[in-house]
């Protein structure tokens, strides 16, 4: 049982350049989550999805865009690299109803623009 | 605004000792309230869960209040060990709609042997 699964790991981009940050989890969860979390910071929700189909906006979602088409993968796209984005991003899934609400988190990818 | 609170501070105790660490919470309405620890370089792991309606919850040597009235939560460990060292985050949802957790900025745990 893998849980929660983000690659790249580590990744340096250039201003301007785009990427896909991938995320897949094997538990069935319907509910899937992007933080990122700068230093001494905690996770800032950048967006959500509460089953495949649906996402919606977290606290900043500026510069990304995501997609749930399944229920197990949700990847986040940054269009247009800025420094601003030089960040850990964690990917996360739950259940999320009143029983089972604990978050599975993936191991983070750092990423560096420049 | 809605804000979570916790204690930037690093937290520095020595082991055997109870450790201490709060989370405070304003213009909230939380269903329920996590606590997550989060080694250097990995994802948080949840730890505990307390709901609305409870006012203490225990797993092993952690335990957590949760006082709605004065918008706090504690979690204290108990016969602290070294292991312990990390940093802890306290996440709330709010009741209604999407249990979405915020998360606080966590405060990091030294234990000294």
């Known amino acids: 049982n893998a849980g929660v699964t983000q690659t790249p790991k580590f990744r340096i981009l250039k201003i301007g350049q785009s990427m896909t940050l991938q995320c897949t989890q094997d538990?069935?969860?319907?509910?899937m989550y992007w933080y990122r979390q700068d230093p001494g910071m905690g996770l800032k929700l950048i967006y959500y999805s509460v089953g495949a189909g649906i996402t919606d906006k977290g606290e900043v979602p500026n510069g990304y865009n995501v997609s749930r088409s399944t229920t197990e993968d949700f990847p986040l796209r940054l269009e247009l690299a800025a420094p601003s984005q030089t960040s850990v991003y964690f990917c996360?899934?739950?259940?999320?109803?009143?029983?089972?609400?604990?978050?599975?988190f993936g191991q983070g990818t750092r990423l560096t623009v420049v | 605004s809605q804000k979570i609170e916790q204690n930037s501070e690093a937290l520095n105790i020595q082991e055997g000792k109870t450790a201490t660490l709060t989370c405070n919470y304003t213009?909230?309405?939380?269903?329920?309230l996590q606590w997550y620890r989060q080694d250097p370089g990995r994802g948080p792991v949840f730890l505990l869960l307390i709901r609305e309606n409870e006012k203490e919850k225990r797993k092993e040597r952690l335990k957590v209040t949760f006082d709605t009235t004065l918008k706090q939560s504690l979690f204290h460990i108990t016969a602290s060990q070294p292991a312990d060292s990390a940093t802890y985050l306290c996440?709330?949802?709010?009741?209604?709609?999407?249990?979405?957790?915020?998360f606080g900025r966590g405060t990091s745990l030294i234990v000294h042997p």
């Open positions: 996360a899934s739950s259940y999320s109803d009143r029983q089972n609400t604990e978050a599975f």
């Open positions: 213009n909230y309405s939380p269903a329920y």
């Open positions: 538990m069935n969860h319907n509910y």
């Open positions: 996440a709330l949802a709010r009741t209604g709609g999407s249990y979405i957790p915020t």
